[in-house]
C-alpha cells in the first residue's frame, strides 16, 4: 500500500516545492514586483533630479553670461545694494492684522 501512494506523494512534495520557488524564492515572481516597484520610483526620482539638474544649469549659464544676472541676484538673495544707493524696504499691512496697541494706549481710565 505504502509503495503505490510513495511516488505521488513524492511527486507533489517535489511540485509545491517548484511552486514555492516560482513565487517566493531567488528570482520568484513576488522579488521580480518588488524590484519593478523599485524602478518605477528610481525613473521617477531621476526624473525629478534631473529637472533640477536642467534648472541649476540654466542658472549657471545666466550667472556666466553677464554682471546683471550676478547682480539681480546678490541683490534678491544677499540685500546688496550699489555705492550711493538708498535701501527702502516697504512693508505691506496684511488685511485684518493690525499691530497691538501700547499698554496704556488700549484701557481707558488708566
Same mark, same amino acid.
Request: net charge negative; no cysteine; hydrophobic share 45%.
Given at each position: 500500500?505504502?509503495r503505490?501512494?510513495? @511516488?505521488?506523494?513524492?511527486?507533489?512534495a517535489?511540485?509545491?516545492?517548484l511552486?514555492?520557488?516560482?513565487?517566493?524564492?531567488?528570482?520568484?515572481r513576488l522579488? +521580480?514586483?518588488?524590484?519593478? &516597484?523599485?524602478?518605477?520610483?528610481?525613473r521617477a526620482?531621476?526624473a525629478?533630479?534631473?529637472?533640477?539638474?536642467?534648472?541649476?544649469?540654466a &542658472?549657471?549659464?545666466?550667472?556666466?553670461?553677464?554682471?546683471a544676472?550676478?547682480? &539681480?541676484?546678490?541683490?534678491?538673495e544677499?540685500?546688496?545694494?550699489k555705492p550711493?544707493?538708498?535701501?527702502?524696504? +516697504?512693508?505691506?499691512?496684511? *488685511?485684518?492684522?493690525? *499691530?497691538? @496697541?501700547?499698554a &496704556?494706549e488700549?484701557? @481707558?481710565?488708566r
Open positions: 500500500m505504502i503505490r501512494w510513495l @511516488p505521488h506523494a513524492v511527486l507533489l517535489i511540485a509545491l516545492s511552486l514555492w520557488q516560482l513565487e517566493r524564492g531567488e528570482g520568484g522579488q +521580480v514586483a518588488r524590484l519593478q &516597484d523599485r524602478i518605477a520610483a528610481q526620482e531621476n525629478r533630479l534631473e529637472q533640477r539638474n536642467q534648472a541649476l544649469a &542658472d549657471v549659464a545666466e550667472l556666466k553670461s553677464g554682471e544676472a550676478v547682480e &539681480d541676484r546678490a541683490r534678491a544677499l540685500g546688496m545694494i550711493g544707493e538708498t535701501f527702502y524696504r +516697504v512693508v505691506e499691512e496684511l *488685511p485684518g492684522s493690525r *499691530p497691538a @496697541p501700547a &496704556d488700549g484701557e @481707558p481710565g
